[in-house]
């Protein structure tokens, strides 16, 4: 029964997008897709205990929720209108798991169509690639679960009422969808991040999805450098993965890590990849973030970090794409450059309803007190973000601070 049932959430937690993505690609109804899967893993947990888990259990689930669609389609409809979509819908089922192609990316780019509502559009490929939650999304997003939801739901129907295409654009189309793709693949991947202190192994296993994706969109498009920069950038901060903990669970900060332990292979993949972009003469949000990491690990090659470096790579990064994280790493590396008062303005500039439960405000807000020796406002501030932090790991460690 354990091997069961692990074989099942291992497999949904690994190839849940590429499923879904598969069994939509024909029916255009991803909706339908979901429900397919989900009654196909819950066969699975029924039968497999008593049957053995099959030598494909990705193929399995593909062809019983293929089934579960056809049987659906017949049930609505018996005209021979349907008859090419049932045909279409047939897997036989000794398929073989190298023969299930990916269609992620085809998923990911009907997602961000023109005819989808732009405010939707990064949460809809958040739950159909990678099947986050309505809940943690509408968190990501600051909307309320059952509102989130909704609109999700509605996204899907357009998809499928519209019949748009599960297709990757032509050339001309792509400028207009290609940057929502990126801000999707970078929040799983920022959730995955986030998730290695504490969370399951489901949200873990979401930065290596976000990376195998950025593989892919690279491939794709070979002369798209933002797509070079997302995936240098993600790279930068997995090559630095093994140093975020030590043995016993506890949050290590960057500036504290013990730099033997990055991953030098992945490293240098990230600097080939920023190197790649730069030659396109094109500035880019994600070839800034990756430049900013890139000066991170020049550490243990200089002995230092490049605050003044960060202060001018943050400083575009604010002016060019403003955005509450870009201001608060700016205000960040202005603390550690020995100019808080600067850094005080900036956050004094955020409206106080944009950032009340945001953490990351409240660890710059204290940073930048104690710089300039505001002890008791520091410390009511790092109490207010301890108390906005999920991770306890990460809590343990603020606490050291007070």
């Known amino acids: 029964m354990d091997l069961a049932r692990d074989t099942a959430e291992r497999v949904a937690r690994e190839s849940y997008g590429r499923l879904v993505a598969l069994l939509a690609a024909r029916s255009r109804d991803i909706a339908g897709a979901e429900d397919a899967l989900a009654d196909a893993l819950v066969a699975a947990l029924r039968t497999w205990p008593e049957r053995g888990v099959p030598a494909s259990p990705d193929a399995w689930l593909l062809t019983a929720a293929?089934?579960?669609?056809?049987?659906?389609?017949?049930?609505?409809?018996?005209?021979?209108?349907?008859?090419?979509?049932?045909?279409?819908?047939?897997?036989?089922?000794?398929?073989?798991?190298?023969?299930?192609?990916?269609?992620?990316?085809?998923?990911?780019?009907?997602?961000?169509?023109?005819?989808?509502?732009?405010?939707?559009?990064?949460?809809?490929?958040?739950?159909?690639?990678?099947?986050?939650?309505?809940?943690?999304?509408?968190?990501?997003?600051?909307?309320?679960?059952a509102a989130m939801a909704q609109r999700l739901v509605r996204a899907k129907a357009k998809i499928k009422e519209?019949?748009?295409?599960?297709?990757?654009?032509?050339?001309?189309?792509?400028?207009?969808?290609?940057?929502?793709i990126l801000d999707a693949i970078y929040a799983a991947y920022g959730v995955g991040w986030d998730g290695h202190h504490g969370g399951d192994a489901g949200i873990r296993d979401l930065a290596q999805e976000a990376i195998y994706l950025g593989r892919l969109l690279v491939s794709l498009l070979p002369d798209e450098p933002e797509a070079k920069g997302l995936l240098a950038l993600m790279l930068y901060c997995e090559a630095r993965r093994a140093a975020r903990s030590d043995a016993e669970g506890r949050f290590i900060p960057l500036e504290r890590q013990d730099a033997r332990l990055w991953s030098r292979d992945l490293i240098a993949e990230a600097e080939a990849l920023l190197i790649a972009a730069s030659r396109f003469g094109t500035f880019g949000r994600f070839q800034c973030e990756a430049a900013i990491q890139s000066v991170h690990v020049q550490r243990p090659l200089s002995g230092r970090t490049d605050y003044s470096a960060l202060v001018t790579l943050y400083r575009l990064l604010a002016e060019?794409?403003?955005?509450?994280?870009?201001?608060?790493?700016?205000?960040?590396?202005?603390?550690?450059?020995?100019?808080?008062?600067?850094?005080?303005?900036?956050?004094?500039?955020?409206?106080?309803?944009?950032?009340?439960?945001?953490?990351?405000?409240?660890?710059?807000?204290?940073?930048?007190?104690?710089?300039?020796?505001?002890?008791?406002?520091?410390?009511?501030?790092?109490?207010?973000?301890?108390?906005?932090?999920?991770?306890?790991?990460?809590?343990?460690?603020?606490?050291?601070?007070?």
């Open 320 to 402: 060019r794409h403003p955005s509450v994280g870009a201001l608060l790493g700016y205000a960040a590396v202005l603390v550690e450059a020995g100019r808080a008062a600067e850094a005080r303005a900036v956050l004094e500039s955020f409206p106080a309803e944009e950032v009340r439960t945001h953490q990351p405000y409240w660890v710059t807000l204290a940073r930048m007190q104690d710089a300039l020796g505001q002890r008791d406002a520091a410390a009511a501030s790092l109490r207010t973000a301890i108390g906005l932090t999920e991770s306890e790991a990460v809590r343990a460690f603020l606490r050291t601070l007070l």
């Open 66 to 145: 293929r089934n579960r669609m056809r049987n659906a389609y017949r049930h609505r409809t018996v005209t021979a209108a349907a008859e090419p979509d049932l045909l279409l819908l047939h897997l036989p089922d000794d398929s073989e798991p190298q023969a299930i192609p990916d269609e992620r990316l085809k998923l990911l780019f009907v997602c961000a169509h023109p005819a989808i509502e732009a405010g939707i559009r990064t949460p809809l490929m958040l739950q159909t690639i990678l099947g986050l939650d309505a809940a943690r999304i509408g968190s990501a997003f600051l909307v309320s679960p």
């Open 162 to 180: 519209a019949g748009l295409r599960f297709e990757v654009p032509f050339p001309a189309e792509l400028p207009e969808r290609i940057a929502e």
